[in-house]
């Protein structure tokens, strides 16, 4: 019985070793999805960006060619 309780025991502490890793890399991921998430943003925004300054330089080659 004294085995078995043991047993019981080391398996216990083994699953919870288990858990805590198992939450430290649910932790990890959660931190770089949202480091994935800021950085899709900022992406986002830039190419927002490239688009209107796209927009301002045909604008500005379109007065040039009405100019010539």
């Not at 198992?22 to 899709?40: F, I, K, T, W």
């Not at 992406?43 to 379109?62: C, H, P, V």
């Amino acid at each position: 019985l004294n085995a078995s309780v043991a047993e019981v025991a080391d398996r216990a502490v083994s699953n919870l070793e288990s858990i805590r890793r198992a939450a430290d890399a649910v932790r990890q991921m959660s931190a770089e999805a949202q480091d994935g998430n800021q950085s899709m943003g900022r992406l986002g925004a830039a190419m927002e960006d490239i688009s209107r300054a796209s927009a301002q330089i045909s604008d500005i080659t379109k007065v040039i060619e009405d100019i010539a």
